[in-house]
């Protein structure tokens, strides 16, 4: 019965060994499982999405200006009635 546990025990433990060794071989050691790799993908397309959001509200808030601007204009043009 020891004997049967301990085999076991020794070919899970080379099967675990074999896996590290794969997944070492093309990916950086800075992670230590998938957990953390997911994580840290997930962290840095959300700083991607918010860099993009802020561009996008940037562009908006310029574009803005110009309308307010055009639109201040127009109604000065309205309200005040030209003396020609």
């Not at 085999?7 to 074999?18: A, F, L, P, R």
């Not at 071989?25 to 790799?37: C, H, I, L, P, Q």
């Not at 994580?39 to 840095?44: C, D, F, G, L, P």
């Not at 991607?48 to 204009?73: C, F, H, N, P, S």
Request: hydrophobic share 25%; net charge negative.
């Amino acid at each position: 019965m020891e004997t049967t546990i301990e085999i076991n025990n020794e070919n899970e433990s080379e099967q675990v060994e074999q896996q590290i060794e794969k997944r070492s071989v093309g990916r950086s050691k800075k992670y230590f499982n998938d957990e953390d790799r997911k994580e840290a993908i997930r962290k840095q397309q959300l700083a991607t999405k918010r860099r993009y959001a802020q561009k996008k509200a940037q562009i908006y808030k310029e574009d803005m200006g110009v309308l307010l601007e055009y639109l201040e204009t127009d109604i000065e043009q309205k309200i005040i009635p030209n003396v020609n």
